[in-house]
């Protein structure tokens, strides 16, 4: 059976001993009030055929109180055992559902601070499947089936060990059918295991198919798309099916398996007893005794098939999380240390290949913005002007050259610190499934009502959402869905000029308001980014913002630099096609 991968949950089980070891007594205490049962109807039946062997005439004969003597005592063991089967639920089942709590907050964890190379490798609904059906299936092995393995252990040493104590013999015939069990559980696994890792990667295919056309929906519909994307679906729903019904008829073989080997044990037991009943070797309430024990490990034997499928199952599902969890951000922390951003910027001689799909971005990009300064960097699409960006907010590390902040390396510097001095509005726009107040306040989680109005406006949307249905309380949708393009642009420029950075990136950001709002937005930023580091990223120039430089990219290089009054007929040509 393999378990190599579910070894890396020992940390979660350490920290959780006391619910293990707790459970642990609690499952021996169980199964020990259990296994009396059968010793205490054995006792009755002797204590019965002896009395009526003795019995001078049995019609006198009274054993009214001696039988409501044993019944009430098998009743106080069952309630016993009920009690303790209680507790040890309330500790095993519980451990597990903290390990599943703790387990998913570290996936969760782990993702955040993995760098945007990895989300453009790996779909959404892959990585999605990893932290809901995969923790669900290890939740499995480290609750039911722990506690069915426990169960299944204590009562065979408890049960075994009392059928010794009465006969060798009759024991060794009794567990004859076992090893065969074992044999069979080991080959069925393994088959099991395989099986299980191919349907976990079915699952997360079927899920990220789901996603996308869920996310894309408008797009499905207007190319009217929805046959086509429901016969893909059918496709891949149908190749699970198929592997999960292949993974059930091994499953199937367990339990026939198990029910004709226990019953086998039952009827070698009636049969081996009474031979040894005829020898005067046992009595006839030890061969009850043996049938109710075989009747006892009748249940834990027929879960080792279950167990040993959810373990297998649990392993796979282990082995893809641990894919994720191994993997380490490219993007390396290694300064702790909050440094005081001024916001001069350096590029010196920097390239870089995008490594998903090893397109190169930029080659020997050379320039330098002094604190306080305004550029403008423009291009053809695909130039190179996102990844400049993207640079400075260091989601990637360069392959070549420098990238200089206040005269130290980008990678000498606090991480969290530096994006956080920098308020970055992207081309492509994300709104949370929020309201809208809680949108804009993201970049500042405390800041007050006031403020977000107050900087609503500064981005000219702040009238547009009054009028909303409530206002800046009004839920935005998936993605900003109940917006307008130009509504979730102002609100994300809102949300980053909300942080107070030192550093201003504006990426196409105005490319969806008209003329008049981009008028009024250009002229708050002005004013109010005059002290402040700006970078704007656009396709064409507004004469209101005066910048310090301009420079024009062209498959990753620069290929004209200078101020507005050097660069005009250039533009004016650009600005032309």
Same mark, same amino acid.
């Given at each position: ?12 089980l ?37 009395k ?23 009743? *106080?063991? &069952?309630? #016993?055992? %009920? +009690? ?5 639920r309330?500790? /095993? =089942? ?48 480290? *609750?039911? &089936?722990? #506690?069915? %393995? +426990? ?7 408890? /049960? =075994? ?54 996310? %894309? +929906? ?5 190319y ?34 198990m029910?004709?080997l226990?019953?086998s044990?039952?009827?070698?037991t ?7 009943v005829?020898?005067n ?25 279950w ?29 702790l ?11 010196k001689?920097?390239?870089?290949t ?64 530096l ?159």
């Amino acid at each position: 059976m393999h378990v190599k991968e579910l070894l890396t949950l020992n940390k979660y089980l350490f920290r959780y001993k006391w619910h293990l070891l707790l459970g642990i007594v609690f499952v021996s205490l169980a199964n020990y009030f259990k296994v009396k049962v059968p010793k205490t109807i054995r006792n009755s039946l002797d204590y019965v055929n002896e009395k009526i062997e003795n019995a001078a005439h049995i019609e006198t004969l009274d054993l009214s109180e001696d039988l409501i003597r044993f019944a009430l005592l098998i009743i *106080g063991l &069952a309630i #016993l055992n %009920g +009690i303790f089967m209680y507790f040890m639920r309330q500790t /095993i =089942i519980v451990m597990s559902r903290l390990i599943e709590y703790d387990l998913r907050r570290d996936i969760f964890d782990h993702y955040q601070r993995l760098d945007s190379r990895f989300y453009k490798e790996n779909k959404t609904g892959d990585i999605m499947s990893r932290v809901s059906e995969d923790v669900s299936k290890v939740r499995m092995y480290l *609750g039911p &089936a722990m #506690l069915y %393995g +426990i169960n299944l252990l204590s009562l065979s040493i408890l /049960i =075994i060990g009392s059928m010794l104590q009465v006969s060798v013999k009759l024991t060794l015939y009794t567990l004859l059918p076992l090893p065969f069990l074992s044999i069979s559980i080991y080959y069925v696994s393994t088959i099991i295991h395989k099986k299980s890792g191919v349907i976990q990667g079915q699952l997360s295919k079927i899920t990220s198919v789901s996603q996308e056309v869920y996310s %894309g +929906i408008s797009v499905v519909k207007s190319y009217v798309q929805e046959n086509s994307f429901l016969k893909f679906f059918e496709k891949e729903s149908t190749d699970f099916k198929n592997k999960s019904l292949d993974l059930a008829r091994v499953n199937a073989l367990f339990f026939p398996l198990m029910i004709l080997l226990v019953s086998s044990s039952t009827l070698i037991t009636i049969y081996m007893g009474g031979v040894e009943v005829v020898s005067n070797n046992i009595t006839f309430g030890n061969i009850a005794e043996f049938v109710i024990y075989v009747n006892f490990l009748t249940w834990p034997f027929m879960a080792i098939g279950w167990v040993a499928s959810t373990i297998q199952q649990a392993e796979a599902s282990q082995e893809r999380i641990n894919q994720f969890l191994n993997r380490a951000p490219d993007i390396v922390q290694n300064d702790l240390v909050k440094h005081k951003m001024i916001g001069k910027i350096e590029f010196k001689d920097v390239h870089f290949t995008y490594p998903e799909t090893g397109v190169k971005a930029l080659d020997g990009v050379s320039f330098t913005l002094e604190a306080g300064q305004k550029m403008a960097i423009i291009g053809k699409t695909a130039s190179g002007k996102s990844t400049i960006a993207e640079l400075i907010l260091r989601t990637y590390d360069i392959d070549q050259g420098e990238i200089m902040l206040d005269g130290k390396n980008i990678k000498d510097l606090n991480l969290g610190h530096l994006r956080k001095e920098i308020g970055y509005v992207p081309q492509d726009v994300f709104l949370f499934s929020d309201t809208v107040e809680n949108n804009i306040r993201f970049g500042m989680p405390d800041a007050t009502e006031k403020e977000v109005k107050t900087y609503a406006s500064y981005a000219a949307v702040h009238k547009d959402l009054e009028k909303l249905p409530k206002g800046y309380q009004t839920e935005v949708g998936e993605r900003g869905v109940s917006l307008s393009g130009g509504q979730k642009q102002r609100i994300s420029l809102a949300r980053a000029l909300i942080k107070d950075p030192q550093i201003i990136i504006l990426d196409d950001c105005l490319s969806a308001v008209d003329t008049k709002t981009e008028h009024k937005i250009l002229s708050y930023l002005k004013s109010a980014l005059r002290v402040k580091t700006s970078i704007m990223i656009t396709h064409r120039i507004n004469s209101l913002m005066a910048f310090d430089k301009i420079i024009v990219l062209d498959q990753g290089k620069i290929i004209e630099e200078g101020s507005l009054e050097e660069l005009k007929s250039y533009l004016d040509r650009f600005s032309n096609n």
